[in-house]
């Protein structure tokens, strides 16, 4: 009589548009790693994607605890997304503080994986648990799929000299492979990744790599799946793309503007949350031209940047909200000084220190006007992670053509998002012209160009072109100290209209939609991809709605006003309490109706849609919903 092997459970491959995943667990237990591993995988697969990795704010919460939860989110299409999803499909929870702190955002129907081993008396305890929701049936509206990773995890590490503690950081690995299997995808970008990282940690690279083979042949064999997802690669415009977060495009777009212009790149910065990456990422490509400098605070960066401006550098300094208040002072020498430099601004929650690791874009009126006299800048705000590369260019080309510091809007929701991003050849990128002065006899140093008003850019070591620099007044003609009432209007008014006058070097606000209709919403920063897709959808159904994004904050694009007046009603969603309203009520007295949402979190494309309907009279007052607390969402 012969043995027979067991057959493998043969599982039916059901084809998707469109996935999202949210893998979550306690802030040790690697969850940032595994969705950015997923994520690469999903990017070579050629899928659209877009993610949302959210940090607990806390530095060292208690292990188990609900403030120590991380999580990450990624959606990926074979068509063209532009958010990281609304409600994830499906929910990886390592522990009953991710279940509860992410439960309530998880689809009905959806597929929750969790680690029943970590489903402790003592883990629900530390969540707030009085019993166990995998078997009090609370979890009935989910298909609910009970896995001993931990355990599993240890069986495929035996052998391996590694203490328990040890094997327990490679189960996030087994959760990757379990997942990777699920949707598709293959091991090889992810084992390519941990060959390079571990290759000094020899059992420590074993014991991921056999979980992460373990989780993938888990899923291939047992019979707790009787199904598994494909996503076909997307259609995209083609040329080379690689994946990248918005911190990072923002580091390349630096560069790329240090290329273009051919000045050396200096930054000067304080580390801070959620600014920090682009520190790091400039500090590894000291061999492109770029100088980094970590100063000993904010003042310091910000006051090296203004030398390295003055010393004839491309000088750029970089921060988040609290760091902007810190740098006000030496920013308004730069604007009288008339330099060219950059101010990275990735905004996080604030007031204060706020919550570090979430998002908000409540810094714009900071930027406008946080600063003390008539102190005006150029603003320019990204729209997506990958429009981070060219607008940091844009700064740049700015700044030097109009002799004047340029603040740069990110927020933490940009810059720690990511998505495809097709690599730019060097002639699609736009020219970046800039002249030092030239010696002549009757140097003047603030004699403007008569176009753009800006001054000519006289650096130190270059005979005849000595003039004084500091932050009193100066004489419109000679560039001495000068108390003179009439001058001193006279250089306000310069400083004031030589940024108004940029609005000739800015394209045109484009909208997509009618050109004309019942309602326009209009945003600005990271509520591109929320307020794109609800308007999208919107027009699908017949309304009569059309969005426009800012890119350009100060000056506003010259045909900002007759695209406004072209329709009944404006909304405009901001992560605030309503700044660019503010503005935009002010400037063009119109009756702009604001959407505020200050969470910490991005808008859903539900949350617009609602307020899109409740502008046409579809239904009554929007309203979030914050787990079981609904807040009215008006202005």
């Not at 933490?412 to 010696?439: C, F, H, T, V």
């Amino acid at each position: 009589m012969t043995s027979q092997t067991p057959a493998k459970p043969q599982h039916v491959v059901e084809e998707l548009d469109r996935v999202t995943i949210r893998f979550a667990g306690d802030s040790g237990d690697g969850m940032q790693l595994t969705g950015t591993q997923f994520t690469k995988t999903t990017a070579v697969f050629g899928n659209d994607l877009a993610t949302l990795p959210d940090y607990p704010a806390e530095i060292r919460a208690p292990t188990g605890s609900l403030p120590g939860v991380s999580g990450f989110q990624i959606s990926f299409s074979s068509d063209d997304i532009m958010t990281p999803g609304d409600q994830p499909d499906a929910l990886v929870a390592m522990n009953p503080a991710a279940l509860k702190v992410n439960i309530g955002d998880l689809r009905a129907g959806g597929l929750l994986i969790v680690d029943e081993n970590e489903f402790s008396a003592a883990n629900l305890k530390k969540a707030g648990y009085a019993a166990n929701p995998l078997e009090d049936g609370s979890l009935a509206a989910y298909q609910v799929i009970k896995i001993e990773i931990t355990r599993q995890n240890e069986l495929a590490l035996e052998g391996l000299p590694l203490n328990a503690a040890q094997k327990f950081k490679s189960r996030n690995f087994y959760a990757l492979g379990l997942v990777l299997w699920l949707y598709g995808r293959s091991m090889e970008t992810t084992v390519k990744w941990a060959t390079e990282r571990f290759k000094r940690m020899p059992d420590q690279l074993e014991a991921n790599l056999r979980a992460l083979k373990a989780g993938y042949n888990f899923g291939e064999t047992s019979e707790l799946f009787h199904t598994r997802f494909e996503v076909e690669p997307a259609k995209v415009r083609p040329g080379t793309y690689r994946h990248i977060s918005g911190n990072e495009a923002t580091a390349l777009g630096f560069i790329g503007a240090s290329v273009l212009s051919g000045l050396p790149l200096f930054y000067g910065s304080y580390p801070i949350t959620p600014a920090s990456d682009i520190l790091h990422e400039l500090a590894k490509l000291r061999n492109f031209g770029v100088k980094t400098f970590q100063a000993e605070d904010e003042i310091a960066a910000i006051g090296a940047t203004i030398g390295a401006a003055y010393g004839g550098h491309l000088a750029l300094t970089g921060t988040s909200g609290p760091g902007l208040a810190l740098k006000s002072e030496a920013l308004n020498l730069a604007v009288m000084t008339e330099l060219p430099l950059v101010v990275i601004d990735v905004q996080r929650s604030g007031p204060s220190t706020g919550m570090p690791t979430k998002t908000e874009q409540s810094d714009l009126l900071q930027a406008m006007y946080g600063r003390n006299g008539d102190s005006p800048v150029i603003i320019v705000a990204p729209a997506t992670p990958s429009d981070c590369f060219f607008m940091a260019i844009e700064a740049f080309r700015l700044a030097l053509k109009y002799m004047v510091p340029v603040i740069y809007l990110s927020d933490g929701y940009l810059g720690n998002g990511s998505e495809p991003w097709r690599i730019p050849s060097m002639d699609e990128l736009p020219k970046i012209e800039w002249s030092y002065a030239e010696q002549t006899e009757d140097f003047q140093p603030y004699r403007r160009n008569p176009e753009t008003l800006a001054r000519a850019w006289a650096v130190p070591g270059q005979p005849g072109l000595e003039h004084r620099i500091g932050g009193l007044e100066k004489s419109a003609k000679t560039g001495d100290i000068s108390y003179d009432p009439l001058n001193h209007h006279q250089m306000t008014m310069f400083r004031k209209e030589r940024v108004a006058r940029a609005v000739q070097a800015i394209p045109d606000l484009e909208v997509q939609g009618p050109e004309q209709g019942e309602l326009l919403v209009l945003g600005w920063g990271g509520t591109y991809g929320a307020i794109t897709s609800a308007c999208d959808r919107a027009r699908q159904q017949g309304k009569s709605v059309a969005s426009a994004h800012l890119r350009y904050l100060n000056p506003f694009p010259g045909n900002l006003e007759k695209v406004l007046r072209s329709y009944d009603k404006v909304l405009i969603p901001e992560l605030n309490t309503g700044q660019l309203s503010l503005l935009i009520r002010s400037k063009f007295l119109i009756d702009a109706v604001p959407f505020n949402k200050i969470a910490g979190q991005p808008f859903k494309i539900a949350e617009i849609q609602g307020k899109i309907d409740e502008l046409l009279g579809l239904r009554g007052p929007y309203e979030f919903q914050f787990g079981s607390a609904a807040v009215l969402a008006g202005g």
